[in-house]
């Protein structure tokens, strides 16, 4: 059974930083390629970033680009976003994403 768990959520002020990770199980992390997606209060759900089973293609959001950075380590089977230079409007509940399956979401807040 495919499990993604994640993690790293939070309040934090404009500007500020955080880093999200997504442990996963049941399946054989190294062989797919991972993302990020997020859903904020009344929207609908929202691509955030990719990358690939190696980690050595990223894409990104317009809205989040220069800004966040996707990573994993295959060893640990974890798959990490770190989100910097926040903003309000990146306020959302965020997943990690395999194909069709997401894990049960971390809440980011960013707010004065």
């Known amino acids: 059974e495919v499990q993604l768990v994640e993690s790293g959520g939070g309040l934090v002020q404009p500007g500020g930083s955080l880093r999200l990770s997504c442990a996963s199980s049941?399946?054989?992390?190294?062989?797919?390629?991972m993302s990020w997606v997020r859903q904020a209060p009344g929207k609908g759900l929202e691509w955030v970033s990719t990358?690939?089973?190696?980690?050595?293609?990223?894409s990104y959001a317009h809205s989040v680009k220069g800004r966040f950075t996707i990573s994993r380590d295959n060893a640990k089977n974890t798959l990490y976003l770190q989100l910097n230079s926040l903003k309000t409007d990146d306020t959302a509940m965020y997943y990690c994403?395999?194909?069709?399956?997401r894990g049960q979401g971390t809440q980011v807040t960013v707010s004065s």
């Open positions: 994403r395999k194909e069709g399956t």
């Open positions: 990358i690939n089973s190696d980690g050595t293609f990223t």
């Open positions: 049941g399946f054989t992390f190294s062989s797919y390629a």
